[in-house]
Nanobody
Framework: QVQLVESGGGLVQAGGSLRLSCAAS????????MGWYRQAPGNQRELVAL????????NYADSVKGRFIISRDNAKSTAYLQMNSLKPEDTAVYYC?????????WGKGTLVTVSS
């Protein structure tokens, strides 16, 4: 069993920044990849950013390239999503997902609201 706890969401004005954190209850060495997904009202959940733990390869949705940065801290078993130049269309619940040796696990989500 892996528990993921997200934090860092909140209300920010357009153009502002937020940093999301996702802390895993297991050693990061049991995790193959961590990703951030988001779901806005009426929309499907979509991938925002993904990081491969071994090697640090990253992948981003086109809509966030150049604005968001995903990273991880192995010692803290934590993944981060630095979000810059936020836009109202970034408003959504952001979920952390870990692909582990035991299968995929999701966090409960954190709300990000960007006001215009």
């Amino acid at each position: 069993q892996v528990q993921l706890v997200e934090s860092g969401g909140g209300l920010v004005q357009a153009g502002g920044s937020l940093r999301l954190s996702c802390a895993a209850s297991q050693s990061i060495f049991n995790i193959n990849a961590m990703g951030w997904y988001r779901q806005a009202p009426g929309n499907q959940r979509e991938l925002v950013a993904l990081i491969i733990i071994n090697g640090g390869i990253t992948n981003y949705a086109d809509s966030v390239k150049g604005r968001f940065i995903i990273s991880r801290d192995n010692a803290k078993s934590t993944a981060y999503l630095q979000m810059n130049s936020l836009k109202p269309e970034d408003t959504a619940v952001y979920y952390c997902k870990a692909e582990t040796r035991w299968g995929p696990y999701w966090g409960k989500g954190t709300l990000v609201t960007v006001s215009s």
